[in-house]
């Protein structure tokens, strides 16, 4: 069984922490500071370590910082009382899995580690299964040539058979959708319903119908009783898009829907079970959104129990080329054009492109270069990809690097920023004018991890 080393300096806490998980049938060790917690782990096997960041002698955070040099690979929750969010951001820089602020409950203590155990588990039986075997992951209509996209397909070969709840997390465009079907289709679930819903493409007062359904009369124009979009995916698959943008009232009765598989119509007294399976994707960051009090906790930890984030196109080039002759052979063949390639120089200006709006936007792209092509092959002058650097009023000059557009100059001045100030974040932070937590939101929307942060 999974061993967990609690470091708390408080022995009724740390006493309460060790029946609880060992009710679970978690293994637990216990120490009261830093240094004892350090020698069991140099002589034992551990998976996961609690740790609070308030501790006599070393402190949490440099006890997580010997943990993480000891073992990178480590899960670490940590602990700290509701005040100090930023002392626990820092820590999530240092390298800690995720942090529960006190006082908590002790079932969203247990969900976290769980959670984290399985992911753990996870990572490593992908590691593990890619090492022995060198597998190929595959699906139809996914493209997955770079290791990005392999990692994301071997961790739904992992999870698709569990009835765990999904997080997808990615920007818009970068196929959600896609990996939330192949999840469904590698399930047992598969010969159920898939159901889809966006909620930002709902008004914020239907949508809590649009899921749950509605009896005859509940509200004004309810003639007959509808059934809500669970109902429909019972047996099946749920994948409720845009998660981060559900309304407060909505979350409670989903958190209930997770929690207990049952749920009440609007406007009705009759409780229905469900047996539905969850996949939820948002292209916004829930962890803000919990700090900012728009997104419940309780929720946000039910859902997250198996997040899966996709890499946006511009960080897995290695697609771009599958994925422009996937498209070409597509749309070619509905507009009746024989184009049967596309030239070097076409691919290039596809590769080279920055791609903001990821496959979505590489999608449009080819659909207008099948439209407008003259001949069999694509060629360069065939791709139209709209990018009209602004100019000055004399027209000689342009007011940002030809090809570049404001996102991509924004990009490439914090990777200068951060080249200038030897790889130190607040450092680069003052540079650029921006506060810490400004360039933090920055640095996850191009991929470059907040990890390792340098003291100034």
């Excluded at 845009?242 to 207990?260: M, N, S, Y």
């Excluded at 749309?331 to 596809?350: G, H, T, Y």
């Amino acid at each position: 069984m999974p061993t967990i080393l609690i470091v708390e300096d408080e022995a009724k806490m740390r006493r309460l922490l060790e029946l609880n998980l060992n009710e679970d049938g978690l293994t637990t060790l216990s120490a009261g500071d830093a240094e004892a917690g350090l020698k069991l782990l140099a002589q034992n096997p551990v998976n996961l370590v609690v740790t609070d960041l308030k501790l006599p002698g070393i402190n949490g955070l440099e006890f997580l910082q010997a943990v993480k040099r000891q073992n990178a690979g480590m899960p670490v929750v940590v602990m700290t009382a509701f005040g100090s969010v930023e002392t626990a951001v820092e820590a999530m820089k240092a390298g800690a899995s995720d942090y529960v602020l006190k006082p908590f409950s002790l079932t969203e203590m247990r969900m976290v580690i769980h959670k984290e155990l399985d992911v753990h588990r996870l990572r490593e039986e992908n590691r593990s299964l890619r090492e022995a075997l060198g597998k190929k992951y595959s699906h139809p209509n996914i493209v997955a040539s770079s290791p990005k996209m392999q990692e994301v397909l071997a961790t739904v070969e992992r999870v698709a058979p569990t009835n765990s709840t999904v997080l997808l997390g990615g920007e818009s465009g970068v196929g959600k959708d896609l990996i939330a079907r192949a999840i469904h289709e590698k399930s047992r679930r598969a010969s159920g319903p898939f159901v889809k819903i966006n909620s930002t493409a709902i008004p914020e007062n239907l949508l809590e119908s649009e899921l749950f359904g509605y009896e005859k009369g509940a509200f004004t124009g309810a003639a007959a009783s509808k059934p809500g979009k669970f109902e429909l995916a019972d047996k099946g698959t749920l994948f409720l898009d845009e998660i981060g943008d559900v309304p407060a009232a909505t979350q409670v009765k989903l958190l209930r829907v997770l929690q207990e598989r049952e749920f009440d119509r609007l406007g009705g007294t009759r409780t229905i079970k469900v047996d539905v399976r969850l996949v939820a994707a948002t292209n916004r960051d829930l962890r803000a959104a919990l700090e900012e009090g728009t997104f419940r906790e309780d929720l946000y930890y039910r859902l997250n129990v198996v997040p899966i984030d996709i890499a946006p196109l511009r960080e897995r080039k290695e697609d771009i080329p599958e994925l422009a002759r996937l498209f070409m052979s597509r749309f070619c063949s509905d507009s009746n054009k024989p184009v049967e390639s596309i030239s070097r120089e076409a691919m290039q200006v596809l590769v080279n492109y920055h791609w903001p709006g990821n496959v979505r936007e590489l999608q449009n792209i080819m659909e207008r270069a099948c439209a407008l092509a003259k001949g069999p092959v694509l060629e360069a002058a065939d791709i139209h990809i709209d990018v009209r650097p602004a100019k000055t009023e004399n027209g000689g000059n342009h007011f940002l690097p030809e090809g570049l557009t404001l996102e991509q100059w924004e990009d490439e001045m914090i990777r200068e920023a951060l080249k200038r100030a030897s790889g130190n974040k607040s450092q680069a932070a003052r540079l650029l004018g921006l506060s810490r937590n400004a360039l933090r939101y920055r640095l996850s929307k191009i991929g470059i991890s907040d990890e390792g942060e340098k003291e100034a």
